[in-house]
């Protein structure tokens, strides 16, 4: 029997914590990692009684991912409690918003692998507190509601991916923008975002959506497009059995790889969502929305056209460098030292990257700073130092915090342009190798490579190759 072909269908929920300093509804504080059980108070603990107050700022934080993620702020949204009972959740419901979210129909454009875009819907992103966690240890469940009341935002896309890759890519450009708009950390070890994957399978693009099943809960971008994949190819195998797809929660195990059944088919009416009696609707004045729409910064796609049409950088590099805030800030810093923004987007590219990656540290924590970064691009243009030194400067300086002028001066790096010295130097080398010699002389040119390292090694790296190059073809032909 011919193997059909499906086309996958996904949607996904992400959940992100917000970076306030305080809780949804109480003051307490925010804080990830503190001993447990002591971020909580009686309204977070679900305590009878207490009023919720909500925290202004969650609202802002909102309204400005709204904004990034292009929806359209609605000026009145309201609380519904959705009721469910749970360990973690003491005061068996979740107050969240139903059927008036406070942004709605935006969207995220992704680039697609074969260099295309592909515009991603996003239907709403609605306010939610957290639930507390349990730890399951030694045989006792123990219960932590230091994240109860924990801001959140859910942001819900259109079911419009078609690919592991395409949700991979819709999560890395969302991180990227809330990261923009300063809403949160985004950091997902520490559960700040959080992602549910909805996956069902039809044979073509034509037909009708199949059946889904949710993902729940997925901890890392790497393990959503994992997830994604293994359940594209059990459903795939339930059809090809003769089987039918149910509509279920399961949960992806990142040790094998592969998702399980949690629970079965859930709606909202489960939830018996209705409207919380003890929040005030959330009416938002025009101004307050205009005020948010002024601050915007400039967004990673606006950068990325900056980019290219001011410094002339091509497109794959301007990616690197908006992919993350602090690298744009970085390389704007560098280039308004030094003029070069080819030469100073390479190297942060190349050795700043590889220096972060060893020392795992953000951009500004590196040691070298931009302006000592644009100096030794700077020192490289001049004719000053070579390649190869200015590796050797940039380490210093980054150890060191030591201006990279200052690390050639004191070290006697400079670049050797002096002509004569230059000359007995590839002399001596010539003499020291005959059967060498005589062999490029006799026009074998793959000796260049073997010739221009020695020169360098008999000049301690400092020989100019632009110099050398010519004495060499002069003294051996
Ligand atoms: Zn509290």
């Known amino acids: 029997m011919k193997k059909m072909s499906y086309e996958p269908v996904i949607g996904l929920e992400v959940h992100v914590q917000m970076a306030t300093d305080s809780k949804i509804f109480c ?21 009878p009684g207490v009023l919720p107050v909500l925290n202004e700022k969650v609202v802002e934080y909102t309204v400005k991912a709204g904004l990034a993620l292009n929806c359209q702020i609605r000026t009145k949204s309201v609380f519904a409690r959705k009721n469910y009972f749970y360990p973690d959740l003491p005061k068996a419901y979740q107050i969240s918003q139903y059927e008036l979210p406070i942004c709605e129909h935006g969207y995220i454009d992704i680039e697609l692998e074969d260099g295309t875009q592909k515009r991603i819907g996003i239907t709403r992103i609605h306010i939610e507190e957290d639930a507390g966690k349990l730890n399951h240890e030694d045989g006792y469940s123990l219960v932590d509601l230091n994240r109860t009341g924990t801001p959140l935002m859910e942001i819900v896309s259109e079911p419009d991916l078609r690919s592991a890759e395409e949700a991979k890519a819709y999560l890395t450009k969302l991180k990227t923008i809330l990261e923009y708009v300063e809403v949160s950390d985004c950091n997902m070890e520490e559960g700040s975002m959080r992602c549910d994957a909805n ?75 209705f409207p919380d009696p003890d929040l005030v609707p959330i009416v938002l004045e025009d101004k307050f929305i205009n005020d948010l729409k002024e601050w915007m910064p400039e967004l990673p796609d606006a950068k990325r056209a900056r980019f290219i049409s001011e410094y002339g950088l091509p497109g794959i590099d301007a990616d690197f460098l908006v992919s993350v805030k602090a690298y744009a800030e970085y390389f704007e810093q560098a280039v308004k030292a030094h003029n070069n923004p080819k030469g100073v987007c390479n190297w942060v590219m190349g050795e700043l990257m590889r220096r972060l990656n060893d020392k795992q540290c953000t951009i500004f924590e590196a040691g070298i700073t931009p302006e000592h970064l644009a100096e030794v691009v700077k020192l490289i243009d001049e004719g000053k130092i070579s390649g190869n030194i200015a590796k050797q400067v940039f380490d210093e300086s980054a150890e060191t915090g030591k201006k990279p002028s200052a690390i050639v001066e004191e070290k006697g790096l400079v670049q050797n342009s ?60």
């Open 199 to 273: 996956v069902s399978i039809r044979p073509d693009s034509n037909a009708p959506f199949g059946t889904r099943a949710e993902i729940k809960n997925v901890n890392s971008f790497r393990n959503v497009e994992r997830a994604i994949k293994h359940e594209q190819k059990r459903q795939e195998k339930v059809l090809s059995e003769g089987g039918k797809v149910v509509q279920e929660t399961r949960l992806f195990n990142a040790d094998t790889g592969t998702t399980a059944s949690m629970r079965g088919k859930e709606d909202a009416h489960d939830y018996r969502y």
């Open 27 to 47: 003051t307490c504080s925010n804080k990830f990692g503190s001993e447990p059980n002591t971020n909580v108070c009686p309204v977070c603990l679900g305590m």
């Open 418 to 477: 002096n002509e004569d010295e230059l000359e007995n130097i590839v002399r001596q080398v010539l003499e020291a190798n005959p059967a060498e010699t005589e062999r490029f002389k006799n026009g074998e040119a793959k000796l260049q490579g073997f010739f221009m390292g020695q020169i360098m090694k008999a000049s301690k790296g400092k020989a100019n190759p632009g110099i050398v190059a010519p004495i060499l073809k002069k003294l051996t032909s």
